[in-house]
């Protein structure tokens, strides 16, 4: 959806964080937590919206699979906070889709710590 | 599953990178900690099933602000990082295990890692005890839930459990194991020691 005219040419390693998150605020914690699942939306339900090259790199990472939000900063080399607000951003615009871990109540959960202990047995013997 | 352009346009990340069954995975963490050089890179590095990889924290995060961001231009990120790796556990359940030194002025850090982590893996080398009382304390302070991996590094001599314990101010029942971060089959019986104790707490 971006022409090549519709940025303007910068140094895209070095553009400041502020810049690339165009100032948005910081987003709730948990709806974006280090290990909130995350992939391009199917269906072209989005608000239109002008992505800049880092959204659109953002978005061409998520478009293959799911990742998590630590996983979408190591991989794009991007300070977390600012991962997570282009995240918020595209999430809201309706480009991405995002799952977020269980809820703190189910994490003591017997069935899910037993579900991990038997897959460790199972994989290492 | 993969949709979407061909991954021949990201030549640097393969379906494997991926979370295998990403739709229906619920994503589940374990912390991986214990003072500087301890290991924790090696364990993770050992038994994760991607390259592990690392993040850094912004200044704006500690200072919650992103206006700040607008006067430091150059200087926006923490030098220190988080690394981490993945393992999928089953088609139900995705871990990831976060590593990272125990300096407490990344508050902001500590509390992205430990929020809904399942537990704590300590790291701990005999030689070094005082050196991992930080981190414990700080594990402490998050109501997280640990055990102690003693990295026992070659030529050590193999300190009495009970001295450690005593040493360490370890509550009875909190697990001790031995462990050789470099190799993947220690590593998991050090993780699978922890999983079993934060089990028993639960049940
Ligand atoms: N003999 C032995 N060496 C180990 C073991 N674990 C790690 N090492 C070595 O110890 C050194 C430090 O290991 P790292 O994994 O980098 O330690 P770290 O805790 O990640 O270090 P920082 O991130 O700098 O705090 C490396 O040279 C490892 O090869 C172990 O279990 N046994
Ligand atoms: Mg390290």
């Known amino acids: ?65 799911y990742l998590s939000v ?47 202990l038997s897959g460790l047995r199972a994989k290492f013997g | 599953m993969v949709s979407g352009p061909s991954l021949g346009e990201r030549p640097s990340l393969q379906s494997r990178d991926y979370v295998a069954g990403g739709a229906s995975q619920t994503a589940v963490k374990i912390l991986v900690v214990g003072h500087f050089a301890v290991g924790k890179t090696t364990f993770i590095g050992s038994i994760s099933e991607i390259e592990p990889l690392s993040t850094e924290e912004t200044m704006t995060r500690a200072a919650q602000d992103v206006d700040d961001l607008k006067g430091v231009r150059g ?36 509390e992205d890692m430990a929020r809904g982590a399942l537990g ?27 055990a102690i991996a003693v990295n026992n590094f070659d030529g050590n001599p193999v300190r009495a459990e009970a001295a450690l314990r005593e040493a360490l101010d370890l509550l009875d029942d909190t697990p001790v194991v031995t462990c050789d971060a470099r190799d993947e089959q220690s590593s998991a019986a050090a993780l699978t020691t922890l ?3 934060l089990l028993a707490r639960v049940g």
């Open chain 2, 195 to 197: 999983v079993s104790y």
């Open chain 2, 75 to 110: 200087k926006t990120t923490t030098t220190v990082a988080m690394d981490f790796g993945r393992l999928t556990i089953s088609d139900r359940v995705v871990l990831y295990l976060f590593g990272t030194p125990g300096q407490v002025r990344f508050v902001q850090m500590w």
């Open chain 1, 1 to 65: 959806m971006n022409g090549p005219g519709d940025f303007e040419l910068e140094a895209t390693e070095l553009v400041r964080p502020y810049v690339i998150t165009k100032g948005r605020g910081l987003p709730d914690d948990d709806q974006l937590s280090l290990i909130t699942l995350v992939t391009a939306a199917p269906e072209q339900v989005q608000r239109p919206l002008r992505l800049s090259p880092e959204e659109q790199r953002l978005l061409d990472l998520c478009s293959a699979g």
């Open chain 2, 120 to 146: 704590a893996l300590v790291l701990v080398d005999p030689e070094r005890l005082a050196d991992s009382f930080a981190v414990i304390d700080l594990i402490e302070q998050y109501g997280l839930d640990y």
């Open chain 1, 70 to 116: 630590a996983e979408i900063a190591g991989h794009t080399r991007l300070p977390l906070g600012v991962v997570r607000i282009m995240l918020a951003g595209l999430t809201e615009a309706g480009y991405l889709i995002t799952r977020p871990p269980v809820a703190r109540a189910r994490l003591a959960d017997k069935e899910l710590l037993e579900e991990v």
